[in-house]
């Protein structure tokens, strides 16, 4: 066992616990809650971008009380490790036609800002209701394009956050809370 308390090698590369489970799900239902209560009476759908924000989505939708609509979208921009490509591939696209909802896009991290100034530039073409971001997490010091979300939940400083669906070359992402990767 490790300082994390699992049993596996992999954990040997976890630093630290930053956030903790029971932070993130106080958080999560603070969110839930202004979104239900902002968006009373409007067509809602929550567009997540996997497959960082896969649990994030799951939890958050849970702490809506008000009817939404789920749609996935899929953007590639980091290889195997945890340096940027630059490069936002979308992979993924959605479903419904947005012009008839309110769209909130969630997301896991903003890091550069490069995915969702792509996602979003592309979304407010096809003309939605309205369309908002919504981040689990948020590195401002790491951004190299102007991109501000509407709401985050927490920002953090510039080091490399695993768990809660954020991976390090596809590892990691089913701890329940946010901690800090050591790459050495
Ligand atoms: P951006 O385009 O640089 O803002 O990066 C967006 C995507 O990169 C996120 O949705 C994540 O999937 C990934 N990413 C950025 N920073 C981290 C991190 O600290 N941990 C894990 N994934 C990250
Ligand atoms: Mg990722």
């Not at 630093?15 to 029971?22: D, G, P």
């Not at 947005?98 to 979003?120: A, F, N, P, Q, W």
């Amino acid at each position: 066992m490790n300082a994390v308390g699992l049993k596996c090698e992999k954990l040997d590369k976890i630093k630290r616990v930053v956030i903790s489970a029971e932070d993130i799900a106080r958080k999560t239902a603070e969110a839930g809650s202004l979104i239900s209560r902002e968006y009373e009476g409007k067509p809602l759908l929550l567009v997540s971008i996997l497959k960082g924000a896969y649990v994030f989505l799951a939890d958050l939708s849970r702490q809506i009380s008000i009817p939404c609509e789920i749609g996935f979208m899929a953007a590639e921009s980091y290889g195997e490790g945890t340096t940027s490509s630059g490069d936002v591939k979308i992979t993924l696209d959605l479903k419904q036609d947005i012009s008839e909802y309110h769209v909130i896009i969630v997301e896991d991290i903003v890091d550069s800002g490069r995915t969702l100034s792509k996602i979003v530039e592309m979304l407010k073409k096809r003309e939605p209701l309205s369309l908002k971001v919504l981040t689990l997490l948020d590195k401002p010091e790491r951004r190299a394009v102007n991109f501000k979300p509407d709401y985050t939940l927490f920002t953090i400083p510039d080091f490399f956050a695993v768990g809660y669906g954020l991976d390090c070359g596809e590892y990691y992402r089913n701890l329940p809370y946010i901690a800090e990767y050591d790459p050495n």
